[in-house]
């Protein structure tokens, strides 16, 4: 995960104790909210966004060029999909 995102956005396996099947694909925690308009919030709208990218682009050892050349390989056969 970029840097600049870990101030926001808690990776699953930084946090609790148990080692959890799904730590190691680099899911976020997406917190609980109570309202819409707390859903919206880039604390919660993030990590889920994060989490609904394939695994391949959520790897921590690719750079930024990859990663935008793969997402955007990902976005375009995704909506050539749909």
């Not at 799904?22 to 899911?27: A, D, K, M, R, W």
């Not at 308009?37 to 966004?49: H, L, N, T, W, Y």
């Not at 060029?65 to 050539?80: E, G, I, Y």
């Amino acid at each position: 995960m970029p840097r600049y995102l870990t101030e926001d956005c808690q990776l699953v396996s930084d946090v609790g104790r148990r080692r959890l099947r799904s730590s190691h694909v680099s899911t976020c925690v997406v917190p609980r909210t109570q309202t819409d308009f707390g859903d919206r919030a880039f604390q919660v709208a993030g990590p889920k966004v994060w989490n609904s990218l394939p695994a391949s682009l959520r790897q921590s050892h690719i750079t930024i060029f990859q990663f935008k050349r793969l997402l955007k390989t990902h976005l375009f056969a995704d909506s050539a999909a749909h």
